[in-house]
């Protein structure tokens, strides 16, 4: 690292994480705990299709596989698909608007802390006494009457890691807005800072009823309320209509900053500049404004009555419009560009037909009639692992093989990596088309197993063999980035030579402050603008000086361990253990007491000096 | 290679889907082989969308492969630096008006038929004299793994087996008694939910020369998960014509409980009366209010297509069942509500059983 | 809205003329307050004196709202500059909180 | 520290709150916290909708046999005009007046403890006279949760001011106190603009019927 950070120990190293509040750390946090939650959510995947390769399987127990499924697509959802998304965002965006922080670099790590502490909690469901087993849209009359811990593990994991998800999208939001650097106007910032935007919003919009729901659904539980008891007068519908006014815009919450990094991918390696760039921001927008108008369409067979379910069929084709717009943008940017198919690109390129096939299966199951036949199959299965797989994982894919040299400044193989693609890409379509036609078949989903003679047998088996195929491909980049870090081959700022936007022109990896002195942006992909003028730097804004920097802080971590604590005690009170209240209090005490400390205690960071600045050699921070 | 990759694929999808269309999946479970109006209706919306999303796939590919091969960049090729185009107006207009012509072609059908199905009004006419309406009505009640179809204008109740007669619309009134399932029946039209709030109602028809080819069986399964054996929340729809199922409606009306002659029978049924009773009637005229109901009415159990949904229907699955019902069924409320029996008991048990049949055979 | 870290702002605009500013909006300060109690006790003055309950729903709702964007443009200073972003999302919330409150009154009736 | 630069009247800022980037993101941030905030408000008054009156039984009270008019309109009385102090306080502290920005902050809180006050009587009365408790019925729950959170917020609020104002009571008004006074007395409006709602929506059409 630079001059100011020294060698460390392995101890020093694991504090420095703990206290970090660099954005770009804490971008290596959420990768590492998302990845680990995507192993574990993945692993799950393996053991459901194990269970159902084969009709009456006993592989695993009813209970325990409503446990895994529940799990899968909890953790997957939660802990590994959104704060991997998070992840790239903290590392790019910041870099991308030409910031030198986030806006509130304490209350990133707290949003970090608070995921973590909530995904672990959640997770230890399994050792203490079962996991949550209602799936993961946790149904209010299935979730009441399901007995042990496992749904309130559920409920508090989620919200407290969902406290923390919130915290990163209002930070990410202020960011954007009031950090950009001089001449960084909203219509020239890259795509995937547009996602991010937006993604943010739906953010803050979208967690607020789920946090309503789910703390009806913990008192309703644990404290004796009554909201989903229906014999004390209470809806169960309620629930749904809450989880879905968030579940809905939570899946735009992820493929939206999933299109943000391959529009980055299709105009880098297409040498092209992304076409129709404004129609990009609009349909951006469009989608995050329509993906609040839909949410019925999961419960079409509810019984909400011809009218909602015929204005929420219509609303919900309204998205076509929008995406579609987004998908023929790629393709023109393509068109008459200069194609490099690197491992970034080939995840990008198939992506386009694979997410147009889940996106398409969406709007049939739009039309509210035809749901009635594929809600709750595996076709409804196939669709959203077409969009989530083929759109978000492949994203994620994608920007891992991308964003790696930026974030660690060494490149991944590019041979392994067109082996994990092709893995995973074939075995995601075999798990995944033949699903659709289980589905039709009259397969319901959330099925632990299946009787033979019902045509069923076959589809299962090669879905099967499909997700062992993906398997392999994970492994594989498992492989991958370990030969890389133990090569660790440095590489330069702009590894792929085709860099357009302002991350390209920082060292990789970027030094602590960013950029030392705030680039000038003077139009669309700066970076590719100054490139093009024959420069190798972006002009200076302003002349160097002091860079005010935060300090580090424990304060974030301790204030979620303490939330992590009283979680206990809220759970274990109900079955009347005495240590249960006082734990109760001791976490919420720590945790306010933290945040007390925090408030209290002025903590005005620190300069870095100017003469430290140009001391330096002099390929950190904006080359000017 | 991309592109080839493309190709195959595509021509895979049409080689699955005609072969899907051509009867691939069981008549008596599929969607995809329509046996009234309601999942004909359904059907028709799914092959219109399909083809509308088959057509905008074969555009995006024709674009995408094009676009791919056309463009890759060759050798001596490594400097060059194409056009950087901002974007077209026409194309995006091309673009957005084309989906939402599309859309539209979907969205009327979609409407329509969102309202045809949602059509009742006909069980709210009155009802005649005798307090039957002209609408055959079917209350559904779904509880932890077990259907109860009761027809309230004849008084009389069947569990598991749903029976119904074929060309003619027969109405449902749904609703769960513990908690949340979804009551379907693929092959006869989509699913709708039985809420513990409230009572949903919709239709089905059964068609007679569909019903013959299916074997006059339809598989109906529970779509909402609600609890282990959720995936074990199967029942049957045996389908008459009209005048047998007026018969069958008459024999439940008149059905005198059975009193079995053979011995081993007679025991079984002292032994049911003790054990069983509580939870189980064995009379298809059951009047107990459906809180005292806990347990799928046993009337008509010798006549049943399956045990418990899902068992083959013979004496030695049933003593199996009997022996030890969270083996096939776990999470089931049946488990450890009565006393431990022998063999010997078991068998007059399932002599008796068996013997349960309200039409004769 | 760009990124200048250090801007103590401009010192030098009129201090006389920025008194009477501020003296001058805290009376519309004022008169806002005046009317919110005046719209306050109307509300309560309506449902006391036992109107049709199909006016006086109507009724004490508009107020409600009047009252709430007196409370967001006046004392949470939502008219003035510097407030385009608050208000463009504020706006979006209280959109996403209309449809949420529309839907539970419609489509939860049982 | 620039931020805790000393000021005079003529040379304090025209908006002090925002004068810094510091204070820029917070004002945003908390505007947008807020914005969330009406979301989650949103889906309170929703639940309270949808399951008023809704009870296991019919001897349980309802809203029309709870409710009084004359204590809510005290509380109400009592929020709408800390609403206002708190406006006084802001405006002194546009004129750089601390003296007097602490004192009308203290009226603040002294006027949202007896709103605090007459809530917790509210609450306690019915519970004593009607039994009607958080875990008695569907409509109680969604009561007790949308009132109780309000006063949560309530509470929390004057904690706020209280810190903000005692924490800085030494070091008075510059560009790094400001914002916070700012942001508390926003917070205070936002608590009134739920309470507008709730009087109308929960009380006064709980009167109506
Ligand atoms: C990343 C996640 C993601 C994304 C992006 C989407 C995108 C869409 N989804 Fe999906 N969906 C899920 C994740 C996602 N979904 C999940 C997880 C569930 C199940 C939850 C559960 O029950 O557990 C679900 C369930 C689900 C249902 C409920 C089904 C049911 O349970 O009965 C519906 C119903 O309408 C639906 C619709 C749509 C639509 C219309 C889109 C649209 O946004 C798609 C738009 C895209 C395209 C259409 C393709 C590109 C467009 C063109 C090329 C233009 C031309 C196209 C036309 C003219 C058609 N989804
Ligand atoms: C981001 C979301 C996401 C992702 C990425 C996935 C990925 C996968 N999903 Fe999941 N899924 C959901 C979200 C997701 N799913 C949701 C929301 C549900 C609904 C749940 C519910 O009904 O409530 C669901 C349900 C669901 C079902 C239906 C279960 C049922 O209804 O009964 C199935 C069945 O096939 C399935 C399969 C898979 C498979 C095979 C993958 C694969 O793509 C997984 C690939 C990953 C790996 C293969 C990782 C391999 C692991 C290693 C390599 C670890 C080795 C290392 C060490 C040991 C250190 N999923
Ligand atoms: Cu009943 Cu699933
Ligand atoms: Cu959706």
Not at chain 1, 607 to 623: A, S, T
Not at chain 2, 343 to 349: A, F, H, M, N
């Amino acid at each position: 690292m630079s001059t100011i950070a020294q060698k460390r120990g392995f101890a020093s190293t694991v504090w420095d994480y703990l206290t970090t509040v660099d954005h770009k750390k804490i971008a290596i946090l959420y990768l590492i705990a998302g990845g680990f939650f995507f192993l574990l959510g993945g692993i799950e995947a393996m053991l459901i299709r194990i269970q159902l390769a084969v009709p009456n399987n006993d592989f695993v127990s009813a209970g325990f596989f409503n446990e895994l499924l529940t799990m899968h697509g909890t953790t997957m959802i939660f802990l590994a698909a959104m704060p991997l998304l998070l992840g790239f965002m903290n590392a790019i965006m910041p870099l991308q608007i030409g910031a030198r922080d986030v806006a509130f670099p304490f209350i990133n790590a707290l949003g970090f802390w608070l995921f973590f502490f909530g995904g672990l909690f959640l997770n230890l469901s399994w050792f203490l006494g079962g996991a949550p087993d209602a799936g993961w849209t946790s149904y209010a009359s299935l979730s009441l009457a399901s007995e042990g811990h496992g749904i309130d593990f559920y409920a508090l994991g989620l919200q407290i890691s969902g406290f923390g998800t919130l915290m990163g999208g209002i930070n990410f939001l202020v960011t954007i807005i009031n950090m950009r650097a001089p001449g960084m106007t909203y219509m020239r910032m890259p795509l995937f800072t547009w996602t991010t935007f937006v993604a943010s919003a739906l953010i803050l919009f979208a967690f607020p009823p789920l946090t309503v729901s789910i703390f009806m659904l913990m008192f309703d539980r644990l404290f004796g309320a009554n909201f989903f008891n229906v014999a004390a007068g209470g809806n169960t519908i309620i629930w749904e209509h809450f989880f879905w006014i968030f579940g809905h815009p939570e899946v735009y919450i992820l493929i939206l900053p999933a299109f943000g990094i391959f529009s980055e991918i299709f105009s880098t390696f297409s040498r092209k500049r992304l076409f129709g760039y404004s129609s990009m921001v609009f349909a951006t927008v469009l989608i995050g404004f329509l993906g609040f108008m839909v949410w019925a369409h999961h419960m079409f067979t509810v019984g909400l009555g011809p009218v909602a379910n015929a204005i929420f069929a219509v609303a919900t084709m309204a998205i076509a419009v929008p995406t579609g717009i987004k998908i023929f943008n790629w393709l023109l940017t393509m068109w008459g560009g200069s194609i490099q198919f690197t491992v970034p690109m080939i995840y990008a390129v198939a992506f386009i037909p694979s997410f147009v096939a889940g996106g398409v299966t969406g709007i049939m199951q739009g039309a509210a009639p035809a749901d009635y036949q594929y809600h709750d199959t595996y076709f409804i299965v196939a669709h959203f692992h077409y969009v989530i797989v083929g759109g978000v994982v492949l994203a994620l894919l994608a920007g891992t093989h991308f964003y790696w040299p930026k974030m660690f400044g060494t490149m991944l193989s590019e041979k392994i990596g067109k082996f994990t693609f092709f893995f995973f890409f074939v075995g995601f379509h075999l798990t995944f088309f033949i699903q659709h036609f289980l589905g039709l078949m009259g397969m319901p989903r959330r099925v632990w197993t299946f009787l033979p003679g019902q045509g069923l047998d076959t589809g299962n088996l090669v879905s099967s063999i499909g997700a062992a195929f993906m398997f392999v491909g994970i492994v594989s980049l498992l492989v991958n980035i370990v030969i890389t870090s133990v090569k660790n081959e440095k590489v330069g700022n702009d590894p792929w030579g085709d860099g357009r936007t302002l991350e390209w022109a920082i060292a990789s990896p970027p030094p602590f402050y960013n950029f030392k002195q705030l680039p000038l942006v003077r139009g669309l992909d700066p970076y590719w603008l100054e490139k093009m003028e024959g420069k190798q730097t972006l002009t200076p804004a302003e002349p160097i000086g002091d860079i005010h920097m935060p300090n580090g802080s424990f304060v974030p971590f301790v204030i979620s361990l303490g939330l992590f604590i009283a979680a206990f005690g809220a759970m274990y009170q109900i079955d009347d253990k005495a240590w249960a209240i006082p734990v109760l209090i001791g976490g919420l005490v720590i945790t306010f007491g933290a945040m007390a400390y925090r408030s209290i205690k002025d903590d005005h960071g620190f300069h870095i000096h100017k003469e430290d600045l140009i001391d330096e050699n002099d390929d950190k921070g904006v080359k000017a | 290679m991309k592109d080839r990759l493309t190709k195959w694929r595509l021509l895979s999808v049409f080689a699955v889907l005609t072969l899907v269309l051509s009867g691939c999946g069981e008549p008596f479970l599929s969607a995809l082989t329509p046996a009234g109006e309601v999942a004909q209706i359904q059907y028709d919306l799914m092959i219109l969308s399909t083809v509308i999303m088959i057509a905008v796939i074969i555009a995006v590919t024709v674009i995408f492969v094009i676009a791919i091969t056309r463009f890759r960049r060759k050798k001596g090729e490594e400097n060059k630096i194409p056009k950087q185009v901002e974007g077209s107006h026409l194309l995006e207009i091309i673009w957005t008006v084309i989906p939402i012509i599309l859309l539209l072609i979907l969205a009327v059908p979609t409407v329509t038929a969102t309202f045809h199905l949602a059509d009742v009004k006909e069980m709210d006419k009155k009802p005649n004299k005798d307090g039957v309406r002209d609408a055959l009505v079917v209350n559904v009640r779904a509880s932890l793994y077990w259907w109860e179809f009761e027809y309230p204008d004849y008084k009389v109740i069947t569990s598991q087996d749903l029976v119904v007669p074929t060309d003619q619309k027969v109405y449902f009134n749904l609703i769960a008694s513990d908690v949340k399932h979804s009551f379907w029946i693929p092959a006869a039209g989509g699913k709708l939910d039985t809420n513990t709030d409230n009572v949903n109602k919709f239709w089905l028809t059964f068609d007679s020369q569909k019903s013959e080819e299916a074997g006059n069986l339809f598989y109906g399964k529970c779509a909402e998960l609600c609890g282990p054996s959720h995936a074990l929340m199967d029942f049957k729809v045996e389908t008459k014509s009209q005048d047998d199922f007026k018969q069958w409606l008459n024999a439940m009306q008149t059905a005198k409980e059975v009193t079995p002659t053979d011995t081993a029978a007679a025991e079984g049924q002292k032994i049911f009366e003790q054990s069983c009773l509580s939870c189980h009637a064995v009379s298809p005229q059951d009047a107990r209010p459906e809180q005292a109901r806990l347990a799928p009415n046993l009337a008509t159990f010798g006549e049943r297509a399956r045990i418990a949904g899902v068992l083959e229907h013979n004496e030695e699955e049933l003593k199996n069942w009997i022996r030890d019902p969270e083996k096939y069924k776990p999470g089931n409320k049946m488990t450890n509500t009565y006393k431990q029996l022998n063999e010997q008991e078991l068998d007059q048990l399932a002599a008796y059983l068996m013997s349960l049949k309200v039409e004769d055979k | 809205m760009v990124n200048n870290q250090s801007n103590s702002s401009n010192p030098r605009l009129d201090y006389e003329y920025r008194r009477k500013k501020n003296a001058e909006g805290m009376r519309i300060q004022v008169a806002t307050f005046t009317l919110m109690i005046f719209f306050t006790v109307v509300s309560f003055v309506a449902v006391g004196a036992n109107f049709s309950k199909w006016f006086v729903i109507p009724f004490i709702l508009l107020l409600a709202v009047v009252q709430v964007g007196f409370q967001l443009y006046y004392f949470m200073h939502m008219s003035e500059k510097g407030h385009e972003a608050p208000s463009m999302f504020f706006w979006s919330a209280i959109t996403v909180a209309f449809v949420t409150v529309l839907a539970f009154m419609t489509i939860i009736w049982w | 520290m620039e931020a805790e630069e000393k000021y005079t009247p003529q040379t304090w800022p025209e908006s002090p709150e925002r004068a810094t980037l510091e204070g820029k993101n917070k004002f945003l941030g908390f505007w947008l916290f807020l914005g969330g905030e009406t979301v989650l408000f949103a889906s309170l008054f929703a639940t309270y909708i949808a399951l008023k009156d809704k009870v296991p039984s019919p001897e349980h009270a309802l809203a029309k046999d709870l409710y009084e008019l004359p204590l809510v309109f005290v509380m109400t009385m009592l929020l709408l005009t800390s609403s206002l102090t708190s406006v006084y306080a802001m405006y002194h502290m546009k004129n750089f007046n601390f003296k007097k920005m602490q004192l009308w902050l203290l009226i603040t809180v002294i006027l949202g403890l007896g709103f605090l006050g007459c809530e917790i009587y509210e609450f306690n009365h019915y519970y004593h006279e009607y039994n009607h408790t958080f875990t008695s019925s569907a409509f109680s729950s969604a009561f007790y949760t949308l009132v109780g959170f309000h006063g949560a917020h309530v509470i929390f609020g004057l904690s706020w001011l209280v810190l903000v104002m005692v924490r800085n009571a030494k070091r008075g008004l510059n560009l790094y106190t400001a914002p916070k006074f700012y942001l508390a007395s926003l917070y205070w409006h936002f608590i009134d603009v739920v309470w507008v709602f709730i009087f109308t929506v929960v009380y006064l059409m709980g009167m109506v019927g």
